[in-house]
Nanobody, 122 residues
């Protein structure tokens, strides 16, 4: 499956953004979907994921209560609604797809989008 992430940009602290990840190629609805991010000088880290079957969401502790992951199988798109953004949320955000065992483990995902930059600054 091919993934195309969009929706990033500059935002002030406390603001909101919604990232989108459009999938094409294979059956989107059968993939677990995830969002990861990589800040400058840091390793890529798990942000959120959503199961294909149950729709169960999972979140990193750092974003729990502020970010919401959702999916629209009819549109083959997964979203990441980000509220109450903080400067430490600044990163390149990547969407990923796969048949995942451990939602936070990068190697469980076999398709990755190109990334979209989110910059939180006043």
């Amino acid at each position: 499956v091919q993934l195309q992430a969009s929706g990033g940009g500059p935002v002030q602290p406390g603001g909101s953004l919604r990232l989108s990840c459009a999938a094409s190629g294979r059956t989107f609805s059968s993939y677990d979907m995830g969002w990861f991010r990589q800040a400058p000088g840091k390793e890529r880290e798990f942000v959120a994921s959503i199961r294909w079957g149950t729709g169960t969401p999972y979140y990193a502790d750092s974003v729990k209560g502020r970010f919401t992951i959702s999916r629209d199988n009819a549109k083959s798109t997964v979203y990441l609604q980000m509220n109450s953004l903080k400067p430490e949320d600044t990163a390149v955000y990547y969407c990923a797809a796969g048949s995942v065992t451990f939602v936070s483990r990068e190697r469980d995902y076999d398709s990755w989008g190109q990334g979209t930059q989110v910059t939180v600054s006043s």
